[in-house]
T-cell receptor
């Protein structure tokens, strides 16, 4: 079966750095996405990785290791507005997105 | 660019009635649109994939006669929840992909459906 695992909840302090991990087992791989979702709102796109390595975009970076079936989202200089759920999704061989359950990130002052 | 709108943003209906939700890509042509359902504190669940001018492909367990999807143009897809029941109350989100080399999905703001 297809499976995406990510922690249910994480807590971090404003100004700090947090890493949200995602491991996956899917039938084929055509890229991994990270989305941010605030409560009651639709997800917004953060990053897309299809090759191994680190992609940096401002305060957010995303890393991928295809051989390990592993990715992480790194958030630096945390701000209160970063409190949200972070969804990991993998595009399988049929170009269908398989979604993780999301990681609720709580930022404390 | 790549804005997707949904209408209505929230709706309350009585059990047994039907509700139509519209999803529009405002500044691009969406070759494929997706409909998701999300229950509280759960992840997105793909309901169906629709391509313009063809029948939608439904995920296993999703009743196609209950959730009618029409993708009549490259900028509009509709989801009709027929004979709604309280268990259909959920957050319905559409997304669109404009094809080419990009697989990114652009999400609409979602529609909160409450069936009483």
């Amino acid at each position: 079966g297809q499976n995406i695992d990510q922690p249910t909840e994480m807590t971090a302090t404003e100004g700090a750095i947090v890493q949200i991990n995602c491991t996956y087992q899917t039938s084929g791989f055509n890229g991994l996405f990270w989305y941010q979702q605030h409560a009651g709102e639709a997800p917004t796109f953060l990053s897309y990785n299809v090759l191994d390595g680190l992609e940096e975009k401002g305060r957010f970076s995303s890393f991928l290791s295809r051989s390990k079936g592993y990715s992480y989202l790194l958030l630096k200089e945390l701000q209160m507005k970063d409190s949200a759920s972070y969804l990991c999704a993998v595009m399988d061989s049929n170009y269908q997105l398989i979604w993780g359950a999301g990681t609720k990130l709580i930022i404390k002052p | 660019g790549a804005v997707v709108s949904q209408h209505p943003s929230w709706v309350i209906c009585k059990s047994g009635t039907s509700v139509k939700i519209e999803c529009r890509s405002l500044d691009f042509q969406a070759t494929t649109m997706f409909w998701y359902r999300q229950f509280p504190k759960q992840s997105l669940m793909l309901m169906a994939t629709s391509n313009e001018g063809s029948k939608a492909t439904y995920e296993q367990g999703v009743e196609k006669d209950k959730f009618l999807i029409n993708h009549a143009s490259l900028t509009l897809s509709t989801l009709t929840v027929t004979s709604a029941h309280p268990e259909d109350s959920s957050f319905y989100i559409c997304s669109a992909n404009h094809g080419g080399d990009s697989y990114e999905q652009y999400f609409g703001p979602g529609t909160r459906l409450t069936v009483t």
